[in-house]
């Protein structure tokens, strides 16, 4: 069976949540639709940025049921799957599967900080149970788990994994994945802290698996295209250089606390973080702010800058024809 290709901004999308704190199932057509128009190729739904540990097991299921009915087939859609155990990643995949999402997105069991020959064995173990297109992400800083190159390569050569998303600080190791033509789309978090997109995709990377596209989301399709001529490696750099202000907001503090704080301040539906999680305010949420408005954002989407206009609904989400549901809008993170 020939693999999906994928290339381009795979944004990790955010839960919206009502005032009473369910999630916002308007919020997130919304939300959808706002990407759509603005080029993101792929979304990830209960990624970190999606506060997944804080959704019930029936939220989660809610998730995928009523999000896969929103397709239009313009974006694919991916699950982050990973539960606490082999057998439990493997019903969420299943799960998923049966309700129509086009992949899964799995990381290492977290917490239990198993061996790599466990995690890879892990990866493995749940591929041969689906026909589900799958992701690996490795994400060392969140899951206390780091694959290197080898057994990576090892995993990803199986036919049901299609993406894999590097989130080490180890420009070397994406080489050398890169550098063995894995049939898979390569793509890297986008945290300047990380320092791995400009390396990424100067080697050959297909795009970038990010958060700051749920706020920027045509910024980050530019910055995700893949490199075919000179023309696209300077287009890039203009672009990461301009964007590198909002890039560093957005990993100022636990993912997703900046970008769900932001999207609220600007009128998008996103909704409150779920405790213990708190908001940035203050000089904190300025920064993110004065970013915006140095991009020019608020003139692209129509976003209200607290402080600067008067609150109201993004102009773009208003032509789409929908209004921000539950508790997005007003001024004051998966």
């Not at 639709?33 to 990830?44: I, K, M, N, S, Y």
Request: hydrophobic letters at 45%; proline letters at 7%; glycine letters at 10%.
């Amino acid at each position: 069976m020939a693999k999906m290709p994928l290339e381009g901004s795979f944004v990790a999308l955010v839960t919206p949540f009502n005032a009473d704190g369910s999630v916002d199932f308007g919020a997130f057509r919304t939300l959808l639709r706002f990407q759509e128009d603005h080029g993101t190729a792929a979304l990830l739904f209960m990624g970190s940025t999606g506060e997944p540990t804080m959704l019930t097991p029936e939220e989660r299921r809610q998730i995928v049921v009523e999000t896969a009915r929103m397709k239009t087939g313009r974006m694919r859609f991916f699950y982050g799957c990973t539960g606490g155990s082999t057998e439990a990643t493997i019903a969420h995949v299943r799960f998923a599967r049966e309700h129509g999402a086009d992949g899964a997105i799995l990381a290492a069991p977290p917490y239990i900080c198993a061996s790599e020959d466990d995690i890879e064995r892990f990866f493995l173990e749940v591929a041969d149970a689906t026909d589900l297109p799958l992701g690996i992400y490795n994400n060392p800083p969140r899951v206390g788990t780091d694959l290197g190159w080898e057994r990576l390569l090892r995993v990803l050569s199986h036919p049901r994994y299609v993406v894999h998303k590097e989130s080490t600080a180890r420009v070397a190791q994406v080489a050398r994945v890169l550098a063995a033509r894995p049939d898979v789309a390569v793509m890297c978090c986008d945290s300047p802290n990380l320092g791995l997109v400009v390396p990424t995709m100067a080697l050959g990377g297909h795009g970038t698996a990010n958060m700051t596209g749920n706020v920027a989301p045509a910024e980050m399709a530019a910055l995700s295209r893949p490199w075919r001529r000179w023309e696209d490696a300077a287009a890039f750099r203009e672009t990461y250089l301009r964007l590198l202000p909002l890039l560093h907001f957005t990993y100022s503090a636990t993912n997703p606390v900046p970008v769900k704080s932001l999207m609220k301040a600007l009128g998008l539906p996103a909704g409150d973080l779920r405790r213990p999680l708190r908001a940035l305010e203050g000089p904190a949420l300025a920064a993110g702010l004065a970013a915006v408005r140095a991009l020019g954002l608020d003139r692209t989407y129509g976003y209200k800058v607290p402080g600067l206009d008067a609150p109201g609904a993004p102009a773009s989400l208003r032509a789409a024809g929908e209004e921000p549901a539950g508790g997005g809008a007003g001024c004051v993170l998966g």
